[in-house]
């Protein structure tokens, strides 16, 4: 069966801003504050220890998870604020499919699912997006990434 587990998420309006820097490595994201807790921890590290799919729902979540990641590759409890910035290439310890809208191009937010399914995947999926007039931003339509 599936387990559904919750992340608690304070999303700020700095997600949305748009990267002005060539180096990546000089952007600075807006911290956000989210929480996992213990239950939520052990029942992805028990998935993990399975072998099973972690889908994760949303880029602020994937950054979640990502922040709270041992150096062992597992979930651990965690309170706080992120301000990681997930851009390519990045090995994802936790999310291993991942679904999510989308998004506006030289955002933080395509840059973080070009890291997830690869530049060119990505950008294959946006010219069909665009083609076929699907909506974009938060309430727009949505991808799964498998």
Known sequence: ???IVTVVL??????FRPVEVEDLTKH???SEFFEISPETANIIN????E????????TSAARALETS???EGFCKPNSGWTDKFIFPPYDF?????LITNFHMPESTLIMLVAAFAGYNLTMKAYKKAMKEKYRFL??????IIL
């Open 1 to 3: 069966g599936v387990k």
């Open 10 to 15: 304070h999303i700020g309006l700095g997600t």
């Open 28 to 30: 600075k994201m807006d």
């Open 46 to 49: 028990h998935a993990l220890n």
């Open 51 to 58: 072998k099973k799919n972690i889908f994760v729902v949303g």
């Open 69 to 71: 990641t041992t150096s």
């Open 93 to 97: 310890k936790i999310a291993k499919k």
């Open 138 to 143: 938060s309430y727009g339509d949505a991808m």
